[in-house]
């Protein structure tokens, strides 16, 4: 607004509350007038209704008495001149004004009579409102009569001075003079209102943002039907679940004792191991046997786990469940499945979200787990002579990330290489024989570390091939040495995986039907001892990932051994039967994480058992290495005596 406008809005105000104070100022004159014209009325009106009953004096004075008031008439003070700057033609006190005029004083003694009363409702006026520019007078602004700004006030009728109170009725457009004492309580009154408006104000917005809370729409069955068919809802919300899982089941051990020496013998044997946890889903997995479990390289914390067929009808035969091992909760990453038994598992090591089975039909199943929502196999091998036709016993991913290969083992000793993005048919395949040229009824296999062509494969009669897969005939890989020592089949065999100051690469364990363990040496052959600790068959065997000399077996009577061969030869540091006492459990699959600081076990119930080791089987000493050395020239030593007795 300009300058302009605003003065003639400013003097458009005056005019108007010029205009309010004149006709007040009528008003009083009138009221004054009416006041003085009641005698004359009063006189007219007694001589006019000579019906009407009247009362004496003394009528009057006895009634009174009744009621316990004099009849004398109390003279009031005179009341004290106005406040210095009053204007006394606006202020008008009624008291006042009859003690000065000889005819209001007359007033004071007037005959009582009944009369009869008339009632009549009349519309209340209404009340001005105006914005405080309206109500701004510059002359007051200007000497600064106002100290709270350009507002205006109203006064009751009882807030005019008369001998320090208030009494009668004013504006303050009527007042030339400030109040000072007044406006200062009046200041304080309008911050008390102003703090308590602004209380006010925060209270109710908190309300209205919980009203706004509480007053969310619930969604409709036709809304949540078609959130529950949206898939990138459903991966969206899966997600999201599985973080907050996460963050939730995130553990920290508050008891750890930094003082203890993490190289402290165990004072019983079952002190080595603990168990912490047991992967269960009523749904997919009871009375499943577990046929194999494979760790994800990129992602350590997830456990994939094979399972076998169950008696259920209208289930699917094969079942892979991924599960989250970090987690305190039991939970399943991705759950997939197949119409064909899976009879081992592996992740694709360079290849982070794909997952590879092999199956009872002999094909090779690939599933993806970005695609939650799928179950099924993304791809899958045909079923054909060139490729598998049998079980497919063991599955391996070999090499680095730029030279690698899948290698897949089945139950009638085919080997085939495959490129994972191609399933159609194997790069190549070839069949294992023997040394005498008989084919090999492969179960398990195991290459060393960092090796893409030399291997090793247990068979059923007990024996163990030693072949590599470069080979002058393109059909048949024929074996180079053959290692005998075992009666029964061969339930698990691994190199060893620790890697330290001294290279036992060329070390590897078996396990077999015959009840026992065997260390074997792919470069002395006089290298061999056996363990033959186990009551039952032994199912699987792994070595320690971190710790040279421990490895674990388990066997069909549910019994968990942890051998550490630097604190013993002749038996296992640890021994642990699984479940409860009386019960008979079938333990299947054994593998180790990759920080060796869990074991983890499977039974014929769909059951994973997690195992805490203790730390002395995982937090090294220096010497552990050079220890084992020597333990393993000691076994050769006694190996070369008993030899030279048997002879």
Known sequence: MSSEQRKLELDRKKQKLAELKSQRRREEEARVQNLLRAPAVNGNAQNGSSSRQTLSSDQVEEILREVGISAEPTIREE?????????????????????????????????????????????????????KGTQTDDERISVGEFSLGSQEFDYDDDMILDHGQFRGRAHSHDQDSPLPIYNEEIAKILGQAKHVDKTLTRQDTEEKKTQTVQTVQPLSEEEKNRLTLDPEFLDSFNRSCKIIGRALNEDIDIFINYTKDPYEKAVASDDLLHLAQVYHDDTWTAKRLVTGMAFSEHHPDLLAVSYGPCDIPNEPPGVIVVWNTKSKRITAEFIVYCQSEIQSVAFARFHAHLLLAGCESGQICVWDNRLTSRKLPINRSPLTTQAHTQPVSCLAVVGTKNAHNFVSLSRDGRICSWNVDNLTQPVDGKELVTKEGKPA???????????????????????????????????????????????????????????????????????????????????????????????????????????????????????????????????????????????????????????????????????????????????????????????????????????????
């Not at 033609?89 to 004071?108: V, Y």
């Not at 995986?497 to 052959?525: C, E, P």
Request: glycine share 6%.
């Open 441 to 647: 009824s492969a179960t398990r296999m195991s290459f060393p570390i960092g090796e893409m062509q030399t291997f090793v494969v247990g068979t059923d009669t007990g024996e163990i091939l030693a072949a590599s897969r470069n080979g002058a005939d393109p059909a048949v890989i024929k074996t180079d040495v053959c290692y005998k020592g075992h009666s029964g089949t061969l339930t698990g065999i691994e190199f060893h995986r620790a890697s330290g100051v001294v290279d036992f690469s060329h070390l590897f364990i078996s396990s077999s039907h015959d009840w026992t363990i065997k260390l074997w040496s792919t470069k002395d052959a006089n290298l061999k001892f056996s363990f033959e600790s186990h009551p039952d068959l032994v199912l699987d065997v792994a070595w320690s990932p971190v710790h040279p000399a421990v490895f674990a077996s388990v066997d069909a009577d549910g019994n968990i051994f942890v051998w550490n061969l630097n604190e013993d030869v002749e038996g296992p540091v640890a021994r642990l039967r699984a479940g409860a006492e009386g019960d008979t459990v079938y333990m299947n699959r054994l593998i180790w994480s990759a920080d060796g600081k869990h074991v983890f076990v499977g039974d014929d119930e769909g059951r994973v058992h997690m195992y805490d080791v203790r730390e002395s089987l995982y937090v090294l000493k220096s010497e552990e290495w050079n220890r084992f050395a020597r333990v393993l020239s000691d076994m050769k030593e006694s190996n070369e005596e008993a030899e030279k007795y048997n002879l």
């Open 79 to 131: 009341s004290p001149a106005p406040p210095r700057g009053a204007h006394s033609e606006n202020h008008l006190d009624p008291m006042s004004a009859s003690a000065s005029h000889p005819r209001i004083s007359s007033l004071l003694s007037v005959d009582l009579e009944f009369s009869t009363i008339q009632t009549a409702s009349t519309d209340n006026k209404d009340s001005a409102i105006y914005s």
